[in-house]
């Protein structure tokens, strides 16, 4: 039953990286895809109808984590502290940038907003990474700077990259003309560099694997994924390139789920020991396992009711 609900877990933040990460790409890049206001509207038109849906998989995550597996819950909130406050703030101020740029019309508060919003995505990201990464290796022990060595900050430098090369597919998909090109042009030129990321985060984790033999449970399994994840990147590159930009989400897609299904492979004993007792998981089966199907009814049914590209008649929903 822990493996179950750790499979729930890891499915939720999984999905929240590809359904809410290319929003936290476009933030990131928003201005360098739309050097015009009317472009950056676009864009936020192009991800509005999905932001709302996409939030509420890390909030069926947040509930999933303190009801199955409490013990990990303290652990993080004890040793990444710091992290997690962060990660807070930033995710407030991301959600704040997206309402409130378009609340008056000077160019000075929008463009201030914008850059919030870009740094709030980013940051964002990055916290995930660390958190990602301290968890792959084994939670630190208390302490401000526990958390910042090799393999959670090569994972906080990989994951905001790997969300920006979604965003920006996203973005090329769900455009037309110049500005869904210029999307598709950026995304094609970050995929080899996000490749080249994930796969020096590949090698660190598994330097810390030989270092660290109790922290990984299994390093093969989770060794194909993420190498998976830089393969599907590499091949991105083609149809970016091109027009073809939707042949490429499902590839960019697997690079931003990747870190969260890494992790979950490769530390799932450690993780699973810390689950709830198993009739309290038993318990909440009735409760959560609905929840969670109404969940993925509800994106699907955003995803095929917004199925078609943003232009000029579009809501931007912000």
């Known amino acids: 039953m822990d493996v179950i609900w750790l499979t729930v877990l890891g499915f939720l933040l999984a999905g929240w990286f590809v359904l809410d990460g290319y929003t936290l790409g476009v933030g990131m890049l928003l201005r360098r895809l739309g050097p015009e206001a009317g472009e950056r509207r676009l864009l936020l038109a192009g991800v509005g109808p999905y ?7 890390l909030v069926v995550f947040a509930g999933v984590l303190l009801a199955a597996f409490p013990e990990l819950e303290k652990e993080l909130f004890t040793s990444l502290r710091p992290v997690v406050v962060v990660l807070v703030v930033c995710w407030v101020l991301r959600s704040s940038a997206l309402w409130l740029r378009l609340r008056r019309d000077g160019a000075g508060w ?12 980013a940051g964002l990201a990055a916290c995930w990474g660390l958190l990602l990464g301290n968890v792959a290796q084994g939670l630190p022990g208390r302490g401000a700077f526990a958390a910042l060595t090799p ?9 905001p990259v790997l969300l920006a090369v979604h965003g920006a597919t996203v973005g090329a998909a ?8 210029r999307a598709g042009a950026l995304a094609g030129r970050l995929a080899l560099p996000a490749a080249g990321l994930l796969g020096c985060t590949v090698l660190t984790g598994a330097l810390t694997a030989v270092l660290r033999e109790d922290a990984v449970s299994a390093p093969l399994p989770a060794l194909v994924c993420a190498l998976a994840a830089v393969a599907a990147l590499a091949w991105a590159r083609t149809p970016l390139a091109g027009t073809a930009h939707t042949a490429a989400l499902p590839a960019t897609a697997l690079a931003a789920a990747a ?11 450690s993780l699973t020991a810390l ?9 909440l089966a ?7 199907a109404l969940v993925v009814a509800v994106q699907a049914g955003v995803l095929w ?7 000029g008649r579009s809501t931007v929903f912000f």
Do not use: K
């Open 51 to 57: 932001f709302l849906a996409g939030e509420v998989w």
């Open 110 to 121: 929008q463009r201030g907003w914008e850059r919030t919003l870009a740094g709030a995505s």
């Open 151 to 159: 393999l959670p900050l090569a994972c906080a430098l990989t994951l």
């Open 174 to 181: 769900r455009t037309t003309g110049a500005l869904s090109l």
């Open 259 to 269: 870190p969260a299904l890494t992790v979950g492979i490769a530390a799932h004993d």
């Open 275 to 283: 689950a709830a007792p198993r009739d309290a998981l038993d318990s």
């Open 286 to 292: 009735p409760a959560l396992l609905p929840a969670l």
């Open 305 to 311: 009711l917004f199925r078609g590209r943003a232009d």
